[in-house]
């Protein structure tokens, strides 16, 4: 059979790299997959503003690379996701360091050592668009050499990721006195920190965890399970099987707020805040795949009474295909056979969050043992949801008092009620997928006793003030909730 060689052309090939939409922290992220896989222990992270020079460099002192393992770590998909890795490789397509790369810069160097011998390899997009060849340089320019001379240490091993000439910043309007753009380039490093912390917080801890810092500045692990927690609800592991191996599936229930201190709950809240980080959390080699998400379930919104709610899943490596993770290692989608028992566990999951909050919710609204409390009574039943004026409470009792209340009494059972609406009570027990909203006198149609009652009190201090008897009943009328039922103000 004849056939022609259809090589990608390498410009075209570029921009397409460049174009996967990786965001900065998830390409530092993947470079430090490979300095994990080199079974480095300590990793830093260097963000270094010079205006339109400024760089960004990834350095371990990992086991290092010989000159033709760093030539085929620098060739764009040298290894295929079938090729066989060691256990410690978090690497799936041999793009990761190439993408991740030229998605944030015009200018790749990596320079490496096994043993003492330095060797540098440096992509320039330039000279690949201009030349229409995939051109490996040896070594690096006069000043780029000066920066990977700074970022050598005194050990004989390890790898230097420097990008130079970074996309959105190596314009001609981009001076080191820009301030502004200055504060974003070092904000742009912190949420970097905030992402790995998430990202390889497992790699973090333990008697082999690896020490990462991103500008001089150690990075902390961010659990999201709140794992030591003595308050959080841990639901029975399962292990379900797939492809020969077996998905490890736990899920926790965070505390509610009030059993945490303010810097639990503000830490607990994440990079992304409560609502983003409700779900699941997808591990493949301990390293974070996906963070917080209802992976396509349908009917799984976020919505704040499940932000309680997360779930980690440790996928086998070997089973990439079937989870489709992608080139970034940032989104999955998960296998046709597990699909029905991972929406069985999110379902419990959810429930179990929505009943701490919600008991949360109607302890704050109720009485919590103390009918003097609060002002407002919540209440689900019959698929409603009520909101009632604690007629317990003092104040209200003072403004009941027969013969007449004190004007200052009313005043401030009107500013109470006005500071205790209870919103965060009615959030959790509202049910969005049914029709379960407070109808005011039991909903539209013919008034009832107290509604009449009401509207009775309203029309006499309509008629005190200045209004004829018809003039007030008309007001009624388009009164809410009077506008919505029968009484004697329709006749």
């Known amino acids: 059979m004849t056939y022609d060689i259809a090589a990608p052309e390498p410009a075209g090939m570029v921009a397409s790299l460049s174009s996967l939409g990786y965001s900065l922290p998830a390409a530092v992220a993947d470079l430090i997959d490979n300095s994990v896989s080199a079974d480095a222990r300590n990793i830093d992270v260097e963000f270094t503003w010079a205006g339109r020079d400024s760089w960004i460099?990834?350095?371990?002192?990992?086991?290092?690379?010989?000159?033709?393992?760093l030539v085929t770590a620098m060739t764009v998909a040298a290894r295929g996701p079938a090729t066989s890795r060691a256990s410690t490789d978090l690497g799936r397509f041999g793009v990761g360091l190439k993408s991740a790369s030229f998605s944030q810069s015009r200018q790749l160097s990596v320079a490496t050592a096994t043993a003492g011998d330095w060797h540098i390899r440096t992509w320039d997009l330039d000279v690949v668009e201009e030349t229409g060849e995939w051109r490996l340089l040896h070594g690096a320019d006069v000043d780029t050499t000066t920066v990977l001379d700074r970022l050598r240490s005194a050990t004989d091993h390890g790898t230097i990721v420097l990008w130079r000439r970074l996309n959105g910043y190596h314009v001609d309007d981009v001076r080191e006195d820009d301030e502004r753009t200055q504060r974003q380039f070092y904000a742009e490093a912190a949420r970097t920190e905030s992402h790995l912390a998430m990202v390889f917080a497992r790699f973090l801890t333990g008697s082999h965890r690896r020490n990462l810092r991103v500008s001089g500045s150690a990075v902390e692990p961010w659990d999201p399970f709140?794992?030591?927690?003595?308050?959080?609800?841990?639901?029975?592991?399962?292990?379900?099987?797939?492809?020969?191996?077996?998905?490890?599936?736990?899920?926790?229930?965070?505390?509610?707020?009030?059993?945490?201190?303010?810097?639990?709950?503000?830490?607990?809240?994440?990079?992304?805040?409560?609502?983003?980080?409700?779900?699941?959390y997808?591990?493949?080699?301990?390293?974070?795949?996906?963070?917080?998400?209802?992976?396509?379930?349908?009917?799984?919104?976020?919505?704040?009474?499940?932000?309680?709610?997360?779930?980690?899943?440790?996928?086998?490596?070997?089973?990439?295909?079937?989870?489709?993770?992608?080139?970034?290692?940032?989104?999955v989608v998960p296998p046709v056979a597990l699909r029905q028992h991972l929406n069985r566990i999110a379902r419990q999951a959810r429930a179990s969050a929505a009943d701490v909050l919600r008991h949360r919710g109607q302890v704050a609204a109720r009485t919590?043992?103390?009918?003097?409390?609060?002002?407002?009574?919540?209440?689900?039943?019959?698929?409603?949801?009520?909101?009632?004026?604690?007629?317990?409470?003092?104040?209200?009792?003072?403004?009941?008092?027969?013969?007449?209340?004190?004007?200052?009494?009313?005043?401030?059972?009107?500013?109470?009620?006005?500071?205790?609406?209870?919103?965060?009570?009615?959030?959790?027990?509202?049910?969005?997928?049914?029709?379960?909203?407070?109808?005011?006198?039991?909903?539209?149609?013919?008034?009832?006793?107290?509604?009449?009652?009401?509207?009775?009190?309203?029309?006499?201090?309509?008629?005190?003030?200045?209004?004829?008897?018809?003039?007030?009943?008309?007001r009624l009328r388009t009164m809410p909730p009077f506008d919505q039922l029968q009484g004697f103000w329709n006749r």
């Open 226 to 280: 709140m794992s030591n927690h003595p308050s959080v609800q841990r639901l029975p592991t399962e292990n379900l099987p797939l492809a020969g191996g077996s998905t490890r599936v736990e899920a926790f229930i965070l505390p509610s707020a009030h059993r945490l201190t303010p810097e639990e709950y503000e830490a607990a809240a994440g990079p992304q805040g409560w609502l983003d980080q409700q779900g699941f």
């Open 282 to 331: 997808v591990y493949r080699r301990n390293r974070l795949i996906l963070a917080g998400d209802w992976l396509g379930h349908r009917g799984m919104r976020r919505e704040e009474k499940y932000n309680l709610a997360r779930i980690a899943v440790d996928i086998p490596a070997g089973t990439d295909a079937e989870w489709s993770v992608d080139v970034r290692k940032s989104s």
């Open 57 to 69: 460099a990834v350095v371990d002192d990992g086991r290092g690379m010989s000159i033709q393992e």
């Open 368 to 474: 919590h043992g103390d009918p003097l409390s609060y002002a407002w009574n919540v209440r689900r039943s019959d698929g409603r949801v009520t909101c009632r004026i604690n007629r317990s409470h003092p104040l209200v009792q003072a403004a009941l008092r027969p013969g007449g209340s004190n004007t200052e009494d009313v005043r401030a059972l009107v500013r109470l009620l006005e500071e205790t609406v209870p919103v965060a009570a009615l959030r959790v027990m509202h049910e969005t997928d049914t029709s379960d909203d407070p109808e005011p006198f039991g909903g539209p149609g013919p008034a009832g006793e107290a509604a009449t009652e009401v509207a009775q009190r309203i029309y006499e201090s309509l008629v005190t003030g200045g209004r004829s008897p018809a003039a007030a009943r008309e």
